[in-house]
């Protein structure tokens, strides 16, 4: 099996900063991309950002500027930046990772941010 183990959330302040953290293991045979997609409370789970195994990136309009992906190939992991957290960010992120693009994703099990002093 393949997982997915993320980390890094929990109550933030508004206008603190969030690094997620997204490590894959198991018996995946390859990573050609991961991504963080969040579902906000009363909405549809909405992608964030996706980046490929060669570094390009697929920011959705409404975050572009706002947050940052990252990945390291050797350790399978995707990493997300935000700064300037807004209460608007809450959400349950999750997690994903493809073999290619056409072969169905695996997920993690969810990471609650919430933005709240």
């Known amino acids: 099996q393949v997982q997915l183990v993320e980390s890094g959330g929990g109550l933030v302040q508004p206008g603190g900063s969030l690094r997620l953290s997204c490590a894959a293991s198991?018996?995946?045979?390859?990573?050609?991309?991961m991504g963080w997609y969040r579902q906000a409370p009363g909405k549809q789970r909405e992608l964030v950002a996706a980046i490929s195994s060669c570094g390009s990136t697929n920011y959705a309009d409404s975050v572009k500027g706002l947050f940052t992906i990252s990945r390291d190939n050797a350790k399978n992991t995707v990493y997300l930046q935000r700064n300037s957290l807004k209460p608007e960010d809450t959400a349950v992120y999750y997690c994903d990772a493809r073999a290619s693009t056409i072969t169905p994703a695996h997920w993690g099990q969810g990471n609650q941010v919430t933005v709240s002093s």
């Open positions: 198991g018996s995946i045979f390859s990573i050609y991309a």
